[in-house]
């Protein structure tokens, strides 16, 4: 399915393409543009923070910005601030995030100039938005997947159907992950445009050097997508197109991919300046395809009376002019508001219901995790779980869905394609509409290819956009060793996680835990990585009963940040000094448990239970009273999260220590070998532990 738009000459018919107002209207916002970057330029001294412009670009991003109505959502690239102007932004309100200003509508001063935000509730809705080339277009095609679901499951009521429109430079199409949102796009036929911006540069890289052929040719092989081209310095060819495409994708639900030649009149950015790499061939070429020129010529052939646009264009500077100069005088960012919006409120701050309900059965870990999703899904519609293989035929490779792909039917629960990328991308834009998506990466060794979602989108969104778009999901990962699973299936991951700022992390050692964080991260608005330990799943390994517990009821949830002492010492040997505690998590719960059978009441064992945020409060309270402690973890050692809590341990307990604070962990592979020899040979196991505990006691 293609469109391909032949226009003929407008100048005859300029009126009857597009109304006089709107081509006025896109004459004001051009001049508008066109002031702006100027003014930007001639005070360089102010205009201190990295930059772009859209000049070039201005006619294709108005004629798309005109046809959007409230209901609908845009990502717009990092030049496009015509579009911003053109669905009603003001040049003082772009000023404001130019200048990192407090009242920065978007980020309140925390992000680049025309990375927006928005939930206006008169305007298209705008999800966070990152300087990542290309990245943006999975979160936006989750916006996408997200109101076909809505559209659906009749969870809401539209004036009209919802249009996305993803914005992005044709270099960035090389990206991987942009085939991955164009991939989902049309295979599951997804109410998306794909706006491609393609002014041949990508920085100081040319399309000869950066690809193959451009967007348009390159989209050809994806079934079910439509595409277009268009001229996108001519703003009626542009109006018409953008039309055509927004009225079939708003009627037929259908993804469009819309290639826009456009050309580069500004610097790339002010730090990367056209003279850097541009000769004056090609900047005159460039400079001839000017939108605003374009337009302004089209007009006059028209009849429209030269002297207005002169007035247009004077008021545009005189504007942009008044609202830079209120923009310089606005306030500053208060330096203790930098803390501010890492994290959305959480409801879960106590923990409640029935953990152990009189006359429950005890379950394995995997179902309780199966029984708090089908729970969750039973009570909440917005609720959906997606990822490779987690649909009905085998309900995920550990088992740990089964029966839920049955039960809740194939658009709730679903499989993907091996895309990690997508499948954690994407929870930005599902959550953005209101959804809370749960979704798993297969194993955690293979979390690697989502990271680059995981920390540009997903961590940075409740921050950059101040609270206004906190994303809400939970992302499922089995990690571990757990007996021959080999080098690429038997990783541990959590301090690569934890050093992300603005995700919280669950690491649940039992079934009751397991159940009770789940439906605690079902009701925290921010992003939540469960991490799972295979070797628990089913306490097929020895030594792991206890992680089968009593089901709690569907009532209990067990907030985040509170850790458990799960093995008490003896008073006694506390008071004489002749204790050790041991802080760990996961699969290091069991090694403790086991190692403590040797020491008779002299050590006390603490289940964190969360990695972010953590128990500093019970762990530093026991590690005074016993002086001497092992941080404990399945994870290599060097460099890990184990080493870094251990030096947090040291300096708030110093004086309290009668020894170092050590740590535990596997050896520093760099992975873990299939066979089992050498696999028990690199990993902590009880009997090592012991050993660690006996040197400590002797302190």
Same mark, same amino acid.
């Given at each position: 399915?293609?469109?391909?738009?032949?226009?003929?000459?407008?100048?005859?018919?300029?009126?009857?393409?597009?109304?006089?107002?709107?081509?006025?209207?896109?004459?004001?916002?051009?001049?508008?543009?066109?002031?702006?970057?100027?003014?930007?330029?001639?005070?360089?001294?102010?205009?201190?923070?990295?930059?772009?412009?859209?000049?070039?670009?201005?006619?294709?991003?108005?004629?798309?910005?005109?046809?959007?109505?409230?209901?609908?959502?845009?990502?717009?690239?990092?030049?496009?601030?015509?579009?911003?102007?053109?669905?009603?932004?003001?040049?003082?309100?772009?000023?404001?995030?130019?200048?990192?200003?407090?009242?920065?509508?978007?980020?309140?001063?925390?992000?680049?100039?025309?990375?927006?935000?928005?939930?206006?509730?008169?305007?298209?809705?705008?999800?966070?938005?990152?300087?990542?080339?290309?990245?943006?277009?999975?979160?936006?095609?989750?916006?996408?997947?997200?109101?076909?679901?809505?559209?659906?499951?009749?969870?809401?009521?539209?004036?009209?159907?919802?249009?996305?429109?993803?914005?992005?430079?044709?270099?960035?199409?090389?990206?991987?992950?942009?085939?991955?949102?164009?991939?989902?796009?049309?295979?599951?036929?997804?109410?998306?445009?794909?706006?491609?911006?393609?002014?041949?540069?990508?920085?100081?890289?040319?399309?000869?050097?950066?690809?193959?052929?451009?967007?348009?040719?390159?989209?050809?092989?994806?079934?079910?997508?439509?595409?277009?081209?268009?001229?996108?310095?001519?703003?009626?060819?542009?109006?018409?197109?953008?039309?055509?495409?927004?009225?079939?994708?708003?009627?037929?639900?259908?993804?469009?991919?819309?290639?826009?030649?456009?050309?580069?009149?500004?610097?790339?950015?002010?730090?990367?300046?056209?003279?850097?790499?541009?000769?004056?061939?090609?900047?005159?070429?460039?400079?001839?395809?000017?939108?605003?020129?374009?337009?302004?010529?089209?007009?006059?052939?028209?009849?429209?009376?030269?002297?207005?646009?002169?007035?247009?264009?004077?008021?545009?500077?005189?504007?942009?002019?008044?609202?830079?100069?209120?923009?310089?005088?606005?306030?500053?960012?208060?330096?203790?508001?930098?803390?501010?919006?890492?994290?959305?409120?959480?409801?879960?701050?106590? $923990?409640?219901? !029935?953990?152990?309900?009189?006359? @429950?059965? =005890?379950? %394995?870990?995997?179902? *309780?995790?199966?029984? /708090?999703?089908?729970?969750?899904?039973?009570?909440?519609?917005?609720?959906?779980?997606?990822?490779?293989?987690?649909?009905?035929?085998?309900?995920?490779?550990?088992? $740990?869905?089964? !029966?839920?792909?049955?039960?809740? @039917?194939? =658009?709730? %629960?679903?499989?993907? *394609?091996?895309?990690? /990328?997508?499948?954690?991308?994407?929870?930005?834009?599902?959550?953005?509409?209101?959804?809370?998506?749960?979704?798993?990466?297969?194993?955690?060794?293979?979390?690697?290819?989502?990271?680059?979602?995981?920390?540009?989108?997903?961590? =940075?969104?409740?921050?950059?956009?101040?609270?206004?778009?906190?994303?809400?999901?939970?992302?499922?990962?089995?990690?571990?060793?757990?007996?021959?699973?080999?080098?690429?299936?038997?990783?541990?991951?959590?301090?690569?996680?934890?050093?992300?700022?603005?995700?919280?992390?669950?690491?649940?050692?039992?079934?009751?835990?397991?159940?009770?964080?789940?439906?605690?991260?079902?009701?925290?608005?921010?992003?939540?990585?469960?991490?799972?330990?295979?070797?628990?799943?089913?306490?097929?390994?020895?030594?792991?009963?206890?992680?089968?517990?009593?089901?709690?009821?569907?009532?209990?949830?067990?907030?985040?940040?509170?850790?458990?002492?799960?093995?008490?010492?003896?008073?006694?040997?506390?008071?004489?000094?002749?204790?050790?505690?041991?802080?760990?998590?996961?699969?290091?719960?069991?090694?403790?448990?086991?190692?403590?059978?040797?020491?008779?009441?002299?050590?006390?064992?603490?289940?964190?239970?969360?990695?972010?945020?953590?128990?500093?409060?019970?762990?530093?309270?026991?590690?005074?009273?016993?002086?001497?402690?092992?941080?404990?973890?399945?994870?290599?050692?060097?460099?890990?999260?184990?080493?870094?809590?251990?030096?947090?341990?040291?300096?708030?307990?110093?004086?309290?220590?009668?020894?170092?604070?050590?740590?535990?962990?596997?050896?520093?592979?760099?992975?873990?070998?299939?066979?089992?020899?050498?696999?028990?040979?690199?990993?902590?196991?009880?009997?090592?532990?012991?050993?660690?505990?006996?040197?400590?006691?002797?302190?």
């Amino acid at each position: 399915m293609f469109f391909y738009v032949y226009l003929l000459p407008m100048e005859n018919t300029l009126h009857e393409k597009v109304s006089k107002d709107i081509l006025l209207k896109a004459y004001n916002h051009m001049m508008l543009a066109k002031a702006m970057a100027d003014i930007y330029e001639e005070n360089r001294n102010v205009t201190k923070y990295v930059h772009s412009t859209s000049r070039g670009h201005e006619a294709i991003q108005l004629a798309t910005a005109y046809q959007l109505k409230k209901e609908d959502w845009v990502s717009p690239y990092y030049r496009d601030e015509s579009i911003l102007l053109g669905i009603g932004f003001q040049p003082y309100q772009l000023m404001l995030q130019l200048l990192a200003k407090a009242d920065d509508p978007f980020s309140g001063g925390r992000s680049y100039y025309s990375h927006p935000s928005s939930r206006d509730e008169d305007k298209p809705k705008i999800i966070h938005q990152s300087s990542a080339t290309g990245m943006q277009t999975i979160p936006t095609a989750g916006v996408a997947q997200g109101i076909k679901y809505i559209q659906d499951f009749n969870l809401q009521e539209f004036e009209n159907n919802p249009v996305v429109i993803c914005s992005l430079g044709d270099n960035s199409v090389t990206e991987g992950e942009v085939s991955e949102a164009l991939q989902f796009a049309a295979l599951h036929q997804l109410p998306i445009i794909f706006l491609v911006q393609d002014n041949e540069w990508g920085i100081s890289v040319t399309k000869e050097e950066a690809r193959t052929c451009d967007a348009y040719d390159f989209v050809a092989g994806f079934e079910g997508l439509g595409r277009m081209r268009v001229d996108g310095t001519n703003f009626v060819e542009s109006f018409e197109v953008m039309k055509k495409a927004v009225d079939f994708v708003r009627a037929e639900r259908k993804p469009l991919v819309v290639c826009a030649k456009t050309v580069l009149i500004g610097h790339h950015t002010s730090g990367v300046r056209r003279e850097f790499y541009r000769d004056e061939e090609d900047l005159t070429k460039h400079r001839a395809k000017d939108p605003g020129e374009i337009l302004r010529n089209q007009l006059l052939e028209s009849g429209v009376d030269e002297e207005l646009l002169k007035q247009i264009t004077k008021k545009a500077r005189l504007e942009a002019e008044e609202a830079f100069e209120r923009a310089q005088k606005a306030e500053d960012p208060k330096p203790e508001t930098v803390m501010q919006h890492i994290f959305a409120p959480t409801p879960i701050t106590e $923990e409640v219901g !029935t953990r152990e309900p009189e006359g @429950g059965e =005890k379950i %394995v870990m995997v179902d *309780a995790a199966i029984h /708090a999703i089908q729970e969750i899904m039973w009570k909440h519609p917005e609720a959906l779980l997606y990822g490779q293989d987690v649909g009905e035929r085998i309900g995920g490779v550990f088992r $740990e869905t089964v !029966t839920l792909g049955k039960k809740f @039917g194939s =658009k709730r %629960v679903f499989n993907t *394609a091996i895309q990690e /990328a997508y499948i954690i991308g994407s929870t930005t834009g599902m959550s953005a509409v209101g959804l809370k998506p749960i979704v798993e990466v297969q194993f955690a060794d293979y979390i690697y290819p989502g990271i680059n979602q995981l920390i540009t989108e997903i961590s =940075k969104s409740s921050y950059l956009s101040q609270g206004k778009f906190p994303v809400s999901n939970i992302i499922r990962v089995p990690i571990g060793a757990y007996g021959g699973g080999g080098p690429y299936h038997s990783g541990s991951v959590e301090s690569i996680l934890a050093n992300i700022k603005g995700i919280k992390i669950a690491y649940p050692s039992n079934a009751a835990d397991f159940k009770g964080l789940l439906k605690a991260a079902y009701y925290d608005p921010n992003p939540v990585i469960m991490l799972e330990h295979k070797g628990l799943y089913w306490s097929k390994v020895p030594g792991t009963e206890d992680a089968k517990t009593i089901e709690p009821a569907e009532d209990y949830i067990l907030p985040f940040g509170k850790g458990k002492i799960v093995i008490e010492a003896d008073e006694n040997q506390i008071k004489k000094g002749n204790s050790v505690i041991v802080i760990t998590y996961g699969m290091g719960v069991y090694w403790a448990k086991e190692a403590v059978k040797n020491f008779g009441g002299k050590v006390e064992v603490i289940d964190l239970r969360t990695i972010i945020p953590l128990d500093e409060e019970l762990v530093f309270e026991r590690v005074k009273a016993h002086g001497k402690c092992i941080v404990l973890t399945e994870e290599q050692l060097n460099n890990s999260f184990a080493e870094a809590f251990a030096h947090r341990i040291s300096k708030n307990c110093f004086k309290y220590l009668d020894a170092p604070v050590e740590t535990m962990g596997s050896l520093d592979t760099p992975a873990v070998p299939i066979n089992l020899i050498l696999e028990k040979e690199m990993l902590p196991n009880a009997e090592k532990l012991t050993k660690k505990i006996d040197e400590m006691l002797k302190y």
